[in-house]
């Protein structure tokens, strides 16, 4: 959850024309001079029409002091600017991350021995692991750190520095087949499906 800010700007403009306007966050440009461009047209790519804001900043974007809000808007490559009566704006609003599932999925959940699955063994680099979280040991000898943990309904992504360990996924959830290229779902075991090395590890 982000908290919005004190005067938050829009990121979609609608003017009394029906135009519209998109935020623009940096790109090459020529307005006239002494001004910024805050917004490019969005409906009509064949128009180079901008709302601008002074270069200086003795002026806001939206002028804010009459009932209906106001703005400077120019053509790219030109001198002349107009003003023009805001007829609608959009923000984004934020969402309140739900609280997640409880403690039966917590990262702890993982701890364990796993191995790879008889059809992806051969993906498995360093053959089985054991995770006492956050660690993991490999049969082989390396180890490594699950350094991140998120969680989506009690399917946790483990990620480690750089790379990903994979989507830890309960029994009785089953994987979207049509992306595990070929590789046989078990999903009557609890797995961690790897999808960049193609590996279903289940606990041993």
């Not at 128009?47 to 270069?55: A, G, H, R, S, V």
């Not at 059809?119 to 750190?145: L, R």
């Amino acid at each position: 959850e982000t908290p919005a800010t004190e005067d938050p700007i829009p990121l979609w403009v609608e003017l009394d024309d029906g135009s519209t306007f998109a935020a623009v966050h940096g790109g090459a440009w020529s307005p006239p001079d002494g001004y910024l461009v805050a917004y490019s047209r969005a409906d009509d790519p064949e128009t180079l029409e901008e709302i601008l804001i002074p270069d200086d900043d003795s002026a806001p974007i939206f002028d804010q002091s009459e009932d209906l809000w106001t703005v400077t808007v120019g053509e790219d490559g030109g001198q002349d600017v107009a003003t023009k009566t805001v007829n609608k704006v959009w923000y984004m609003a934020g969402r309140v991350i739900p609280e997640g599932p409880d403690d039966d999925f917590s990262p702890e959940i993982v701890n364990g021995s796993w191995c790879p699955t008889p059809d992806t063994e051969g993906n498995a680099t360093h053959g089985c692991y054991t995770i006492d979280y956050p660690n993991v040991e490999y049969e082989d000898g390396e180890t490594d750190e699950i350094v991140a943990v998120s969680n989506d309904g009690g399917v946790l992504s483990l990620d480690l520095d750089g790379a990903p360990l994979g989507l830890y996924v309960p029994a009785d959830t089953a994987l979207d087949e049509s992306g595990m290229d070929g590789v046989e779902d078990l999903p009557d075991q609890e797995r961690i499906w790897n999808s960049q090395t193609v590996t279903l590890m289940v606990r041993d």
